[in-house]
């Protein structure tokens, strides 16, 4: 079996493309290799976590399972399995703005948290075929947290807005555009339950409780593009 010699041209470089690189002894039983042009140090080994376990962790999180159950199952630190949730859901394509007219807009808040009292305000289309959430805010159910959800839809084109009787609406919704009724909700109520159904930490009387904002809003971001791509 032949073996490569020291200086002997292995490998291209990762960092500049180069195609000349030599090795350049080991690291941990790990062959390295330095780039002749931008003589920085690499080697073909890549090291952390297979990739495809990272997808199916959170796979399994946005199938309703708990953190700490995904590391039992795949063996790994439920604090990793919370930081890929938080380097998938960054990683995540800008969605493009909604620009198409919707014929209804239902707003509503889905769920409580247990621990810190964090209300959500979620927001989706109410068109029967093409019902999607259009946008999202974690916050107490007040006026100022509903302005900051109205900035991100006050632009869209629609005959009204659905919501039940929170006060709170009625400070940054038009008069004339505002239904609050239960009857104007129907559809926003199923996706409650969608959202209680595929995130454990949203479950009535469960162990997952949502003890971070940023672990709410990642949870919601990484299954709102799901459900609206699927």
Known sequence: KSSLRFGELTMQCPHCAHPDSIRYGTSRG?????????????QTLRRGKDPALKQQACQLYLEGMGMRAIGRILGIHHKTVSRWLVQTAQSLPASPPQTEVCSFIEIDEPARSSLKKISMLVLANGDSIFSKVLGFVC?????????????????????????????AYENFI?????????????????????????????????????????????????LIHQLNTS
């Open 30 to 42: 790990v062959q390295r290799y330095r780039c002749q042009a931008c003589r920085r140090i690499l």
């Open 139 to 167: 916050g107490r159910r007040t006026i100022k947290t509903g302005k900051v959800l109205w900035q991100q839809i006050k632009h869209l084109p629609t005959m009204g807005y659905g919501t039940d009787m929170l006060k």
């Open 174 to 222: 038009p008069h004339a555009k505002h239904y609050a009724s239960k009857t104007f909700t129907t559809q926003i109520e199923s996706l409650n339950c969608r959202l209680r159904h595929y995130l454990a930490r949203l479950h009535r009387k469960t162990l997952c409780y949502s003890k971070s904002k940023t672990m709410l809003e990642v949870s919601l971001k990484l």
